[in-house]
Each structure stands twice: as C-alpha cells, then as structure tokens.
C-alpha cells in the first residue's frame, strides 16, 4: 500500500472513530498522550477551525461544504465497516444534493484530511 493511501486512510479511520467517540471537543478529550487523543484532538480542530471560518462570513465559505461533505462521507453511521464503493456512493450522493461534481466533493475531502495532519503533527 502506498504511503498517500495509507495517509488518506488513517484520517478517514480517525474521524470516524471520532464520530463514534460522540464528536468530543477538545476539552472533553482526555489528555493521555496516546495516538487516539492526537487523532481526535487533530479531528475536534479542524472542525472547530471550520465552524470559526463561517462564523466569520468569509466570502468564500468553502468552509461548511467541506464540514457537510466529512461528516456525510466519512462519519455517517461511524458504528459499521464501510462497503466496498461505500464512500464513493456517498460522495455522489452528496455531489447530487450540492448540485456539485464529485471531483469536487473528493478536494472538499482532501482539503479536510490535509488540515487533520497539519493538527495532527
């Protein structure tokens, strides 16, 4: 497995055991220094990040579709395993619903995973 997939699937894996952790914030995680608080500290942090940006009204409020789009993709029913074509049936639901194209869809999902490192390091 390539390093670029094994990145893009531990943040896949870490906001869906996030979402199955109850979505925590960052005061509510406990502070035992294990790769799990990390992960979730990096998943509250990006969120938090993307609710200050469009409580700011920014003119490009890329910020709720990205939030829409993890939370639909990655962290609905967080509780099962995903099926094979499970996340790209979801991501053309939400490119549907959005009126978007997939491609799209996957840079608002990459842009999520890429903020998670940069707060996970």
Same mark, same amino acid.
């Given at each position: 497995? =390539?390093?670029?997939? /094994?990145?893009?699937?531990?943040?896949?894996?870490?906001?869906?055991? +996030?979402?199955?952790?109850? $979505?925590? =914030?960052?005061?509510?995680?406990?502070?035992?220094?294990?790769?799990?608080?990390?992960?979730?500290?990096? $998943? &509250?942090? @990006?969120?938090?990040?993307?609710?200050?940006?469009?409580?700011?009204?920014? !003119?490009?409020?890329? *910020?709720?579709?990205?939030?829409?789009? @993890? !939370?639909?993709? #990655?962290? !609905?029913?967080?509780?099962?395993?995903?099926?094979?074509? !499970? @996340? *790209?049936?979801?991501?053309?639901? @939400?490119? $549907?619903?959005? #009126?978007? =194209?997939?491609?799209?869809? #996957? /840079?608002?999902? &990459?842009?999520?995973?890429?903020? +998670?490192?940069?707060?996970?390091?």
């Amino acid at each position: 497995m =390539s390093e670029c997939k /094994r990145d893009r699937d531990r943040a896949t894996e870490a906001f869906r055991r +996030w979402a199955r952790a109850g $979505c925590p =914030s960052i005061w509510e995680i406990r502070q035992d220094g294990s790769d799990t608080e990390r992960d979730f500290r990096a $998943c &509250a942090s @990006v969120f938090a990040m993307l609710r200050k940006d469009e409580t700011w009204g920014r !003119e490009n409020n890329a *910020s709720a579709e990205i939030r829409r789009a @993890v !939370e639909e993709v #990655y962290m !609905e029913h967080p509780e099962r395993r995903l099926r094979r074509n !499970e @996340v *790209s049936m979801r991501v053309r639901r @939400v490119a $549907c619903e959005q #009126y978007v =194209s997939e491609r799209v869809v #996957y /840079r608002w999902l &990459a842009k999520a995973r890429t903020l +998670w490192w940069k707060f996970r390091e």
